[in-house]
C-alpha cells in the first residue's frame, strides 16, 4: 500500500510539474521567460526599454521535456550558442533571430519534439509595434528550423531527413515587396554527397 501512495505521488508530481528558464541573453531589446507545463508552452515576453509585457501560449501535446535544459536556446542576434552543435536537426527549444529580414528580432520556439526529420518550431515575426505575431507560413508550411538564414537573398533554407538514402533540402524565398514567402526550389541530397 505505501508503495501505491508513492508511486501516485510520484506521478502526480511529475505530470505537473513546470519546468521553466529565464533568458536575459538571448536578445538585445528583450528578455524572456519560458516554462511548459501540462503540454502548454507559455513565453513571456519583457520588454527592456519600456517594461512593456507579452504573453504567449500554446498546446504542445507532442512536445517532450521541454525547458529542464535551459541552455538548449540560441541567438543570432547576441550570438549566444550560435555556433553550438546541432543534433538531429535540433536547434534549441527557444531561438532568436531575424527571420524576415527587416532589422528586428523574431523568435522560432519548439511546438512539437518531432520525429526523424527533428523538431517542429512555432514562428512569430515582430512587428513595427514590438509584438511577435505568429506567422501562419513558416509556422505550417516551412516547420523545421532553417540550416541556412540567407538574409542577401532573403531566404530560408532547410535541409531535413528525407528518407534512409537522402536529405530533403527546401528553398523559402520572402518577396519583401509584398511580404509573402513562397518555396522556390526542392532538391534531394545523398547521404554520400
Not at 505530470?15 to 541573453?25: A, K, L, M, R
Not at 509585457?53 to 550558442?81: H, M, P, W
Request: contains cysteine; hydrophobic residues 35%; aromatic residues 16%.
Amino acid at each position: 500500500m505505501k508503495n501505491f501512495i508513492l508511486l501516485f505521488f510520484i506521478i502526480v508530481f511529475s505530470t505537473s510539474y513546470s519546468q521553466g528558464c529565464v533568458y536575459s541573453n538571448l536578445s538585445k531589446s528583450y528578455s524572456f521567460s519560458a516554462s511548459f507545463r501540462d503540454s502548454f508552452v507559455t513565453l513571456t515576453i519583457h520588454n527592456n526599454k519600456t517594461g512593456k509585457k507579452q504573453v504567449i501560449t500554446f498546446q504542445a501535446e507532442f512536445l517532450i521535456d521541454e525547458f529542464a535544459d535551459c541552455n538548449a536556446v540560441r541567438s543570432y542576434t547576441t550570438g549566444y550558442n550560435k555556433n553550438a552543435l546541432v543534433a538531429d536537426n535540433d536547434y534549441g527549444s527557444l531561438i532568436v533571430a531575424d527571420f524576415n529580414f527587416d532589422g528586428r528580432e523574431d523568435i522560432a520556439i519548439k511546438n512539437d519534439s518531432g520525429g526523424n526529420g527533428g523538431p517542429l518550431y512555432n514562428y512569430y515575426l515582430q512587428n513595427a509595434k514590438g509584438n511577435f505575431v505568429i506567422n501562419d507560413f513558416l509556422t505550417n508550411t516551412v516547420q523545421f528550423f532553417p540550416s541556412d538564414i540567407n538574409a542577401v537573398n532573403k531566404q530560408l533554407i532547410t535541409i531535413v531527413h528525407a528518407n534512409t538514402m537522402q536529405l530533403s533540402e527546401i528553398t523559402y524565398k520572402l518577396n519583401t515587396a509584398n511580404g509573402q514567402w513562397k518555396e522556390i526550389n526542392q532538391r534531394f541530397i545523398n547521404y554520400k554527397e
